[in-house]
């Protein structure tokens, strides 16, 4: 059993940055994919990052070249670096787990675990 608990969501005006946070609980974190994704109101959950057990990333075109992915396997957490942010970025961004390999890093249905999530809100 894996917790997430994501953290760094607040209001920034467009051009800014956050970052976000996601601390996992378990011992073997390590073995996990990670991914981001976010829903907007109304929207449906869309893919934003992962990250694989072996350091590769996946990016969704919207935030390529903006957002940047990283874990840190020491501190169980995996972090997402937000800048640029644009009022469309706007969501809740939820973290997600799995262990091994997905067979989409994209798609949402084969992540395991999940976080409560951490609103984003970006002002134009």
């Known amino acids: 059993q894996v917790q997430l608990v994501e953290s760094g969501g607040g209001l920034v005006q467009a051009g800014g940055s956050l970052r976000l946070s996601c601390a996992a609980s378990g011992r073997t974190f390590r073995n996990y994919a990670m991914g981001w994704f976010r829903q907007a109101p109304g929207k449906e959950r869309e893919f934003v990052q992962a990250i694989t057990w072996t350091y590769g990333t996946v990016y969704a075109d919207s935030v390529k070249g903006r957002f940047t992915i990283s874990r840190d396997n020491a501190k169980n957490t995996v972090y997402l670096q937000m800048n640029s942010l644009k009022p469309e970025d706007t969501a809740v961004y939820y973290c997600?787990?799995?262990?091994?390999?997905?067979?989409?890093?994209?798609?949402?249905?084969?992540?395991?675990?999940w976080g409560q999530g951490t609103q984003v809100t970006v002002s134009s």
């Open positions: 997600a787990a799995k262990e091994g390999i997905p067979t989409s890093y994209s798609d949402s249905y084969y992540y395991d675990y």
